[in-house]
C-alpha cells in the first residue's frame, strides 16, 4: 500500500510522526513503575481488555453490522492483536524483570531495521537512499543517549535472557506496522482497532491464567486499576490510534523512525518524573535523531 502523504497533506503527517511517540514513550512509565505494583502478563493482559471495553460501547454498531466481515478478516486480525498487543505487550515488562534499561533500548531500535528490511522483502516497499543514511543517522543519535556517551557501555554489552524477550518484541512489533499498513480492512480505523484488542487480551488469555496459578498473583486494588487504565489510555489507545494513522500517510518504514523518537522521549520523561539527570549526550543524541528523521523525510512527495 502506498503511503497517502501529498503535498496538501505535508505538514500533518509529519507533525503526527513527532507526537506520537509522546504517548508511546509513555509506556516506560508504566515499565518502570506498573510492574512493581502489577505482574507482566497481568498488566498487559488487562490493559488490553480494558481498551476493547472502553471502545466497544463506541464501536459496536459498526462491528455488528460488518460482522460478515469478521470472520472473512479473523485471522488477519488475530494475528495483528497477537504481534501488537500480545507480544509487544508483554514481552517488554517481561524483558524488564531480567534485563537492563540500556539493553532494552538497544535491542528495541532494531524494529525500525526490521520493518524496512520485511516491507522490501514482503512487500515490495522501495527504499531510498535518504531514508537509510537518516535510519543510520537516528540509530546513532539512540546509541549515544542509551550508553551514556561512553563507548565502554556498547563494548561491554552482555546479552541476557530478557534481551530474547526484548528481541522478540522488536521483531513482532515489526510485523504488526508492516501488515497493518498492507492488509486492507472492511473496518473503519478505530473499529479495526477495537477488534486487535480483544485478540489480543485473547491471545494473553493463557499465559495470564498460568502467570496468576504458578508465578506471580494480582492484587486488584485502586493502584492496579490507576495503572491498568493508565497504560490503556496514553501508550494504548492514543498511542497506537495515532500510529495507525501516521502510517496511512507514511507508511510503514518511515512510520517506524518513530521508535527513535520514542527513545529520545523516554529520556526526557526519565528526567521529568524519575529524577534522571540530562546530560551533555542527551542533547547530541537527541540532535542526531531529529536531524535523522528530517534527512528521511525528503522523499518524492507528489
Not at 27 to 53: H, K, M, T
Not at 246 to 260: H, K
Not at 267 to 272: E, K
Request: aromatic content about 20%.
Amino acid at each position: 500500500m502506498k503511503p497517502l502523504v501529498t503535498k496538501r497533506n505535508n505538514f500533518y503527517p509529519y507533525l503526527l510522526l513527532f507526537i506520537q511517540p509522546i504517548f508511546m514513550a509513555s509506556n516506560i512509565i508504566v515499565a518502570r513503575g506498573g510492574v512493581e505494583y502489577v505482574p507482566p502478563i497481568s498488566l498487559a493482559f488487562w490493559r488490553w481488555l480494558f481498551v476493547f471495553l472502553i471502545l466497544s460501547p463506541f464501536l459496536y454498531s459498526e462491528i455488528s453490522k460488518k460482522k460478515k466481515f469478521l470472520k472473512k478478516e479473523f485471522y488477519k486480525l488475530f494475528f495483528l492483536g497477537l504481534m501488537g498487543c500480545g507480544i509487544c505487550g508483554a514481552f517488554p515488562f517481561i524483558a524488564g524483570m531480567s534485563t537492563t534499561m540500556a539493553n532494552m533500548g538497544i535491542i528495541y531500535t532494531s524494529s525500525p531495521v526490521f520493518i524496512i528490511i520485511l516491507s522490501v522483502l514482503l512487500f515490495g516497499e522501495k527504499i531510498d537512499l535518504n531514508r537509510i543514511i537518516g535510519l543510520i543517522v537516528c540509530l546513532v543519535g539512540v546509541l549515544t543517549i542509551i550508553i551514556k556517551g561512553n563507548i565502554n557501555y556498547l563494548i561491554n554489552f552482555k546479552f541476557t535472557s530478557g534481551d530474547i524477550w526484548m528481541l522478540g518484541a522488536a521483531a513482532g512489533w515489526a510485523l504488526y506496522s508492516i501488515y497493518l499498513l498492507n492488509w486492507k480492512s472492511k473496518f473503519s480505523l478505530m473499529g479495526r482497532f477495537t477488534l486487535i484488542a480483544f485478540f489480543g487480551f485473547v491471545s494473553l488469555f493463557p499465559f495470564y491464567l498460568i502467570e496468576q496459578i504458578f508465578i506471580f498473583k494480582t492484587n486488584f486494588n485502586l493502584i492496579f486499576l490507576a495503572w491498568v487504565l493508565f497504560a490503556a489510555i496514553s501508550p494504548g489507545i492514543i498511542a497506537f490510534t495515532l500510529y495507525t494513522k501516521v502510517q496511512r500517510y507514511l507508511g510503514a518504514s518511515l512510520t517506524g523512525f518513530t521508535l527513535y523518537l520514542f527513545a529520545v522521549y523516554g529520556a526526557i520523561f526519565g528526567i521529568i518524573i524519575f529524577e534522571e539527570m540530562l546530560m551533555p549526550f542527551h542533547y547530541f543524541g537527541g540532535a542526531l535523531v531529529f536531524i535523522g528523521v528530517y534527512i528521511a523525510r525528503k522523499i518524492n512527495i507528489k
